[in-house]
């Protein structure tokens, strides 16, 4: 962690909607023996219960959703523009049978506790997971909405504290 230094999650100056929807995010869990990295870009940064959190949604087909459900902490790593296509990778290949770090150049770093993120990225958010519940057809209100799955492999929802947070 030389080159970040942490910040209270209430100095993050991002414009959220940027930050997540626009820029993309690498989420990114497991341990220093084994990890898996994918990039967002639907999710959000928030109050609840009266801590700093983020909204995550994931897959469970998704690689990375094991991660995720053995783990109880994740990171999101948000990266200059120059990164984009190192990001493309890793949203549009899977862990399952790519080496992602080594297609991508990416250099893996670890928190004190071990959980990974990357050297690269400008900001880091270091999440606790506190939520988790599947997405499904049934609670969907808005018919458009729908279009977005095709009658299944609906995302499940992750609400996870900001513990930390990295920036460059």
């Avoid at 209430?10 to 959220?16: G, K, L, M, V, W």
């Avoid at 993120?117 to 599947?134: I, M, N, P, S």
């Avoid at 299944?152 to 947070?165: A, G, L, W």
């Amino acid at each position: 962690m030389s080159n970040f230094k942490t910040i209270d999650p209430s100095a993050i100056a991002d414009n959220a909607f940027k930050l997540i929807g626009k820029d993309w995010a690498l989420v990114t869990s497991g341990s220093r023996e084994s990890f898996n990295t994918m990039t967002v870009s639907w999710g959000g940064v928030g109050i609840m219960w009266n801590k700093p959190v983020t909204f995550t949604f994931i897959r469970p087909q998704r690689y990375t959703f094991g991660f995720l459900e053995k783990n109880g902490f994740f990171t999101m790593s948000f990266f200059d523009e120059s990164y984009r296509k190192a990001l493309q990778i890793c949203g549009t290949k899977s862990g399952r049978d790519t080496d992602k770090v080594a297609e991508t150049g990416l250099t893996p770093a670890f928190t004190g506790d071990g959980v990974p993120y990357f050297e690269e990225a400008r900001l880091v958010l270091v999440c606790k997971k506190l939520y988790a519940q599947d997405l499904n057809e049934d609670s969907i209100v808005e018919e458009a909405v729908k279009g977005n799955y095709n009658g299944s492999d609906y995302h499940r929802m992750y609400v996870s504290e900001i513990v930390s947070v990295l920036k460059k």
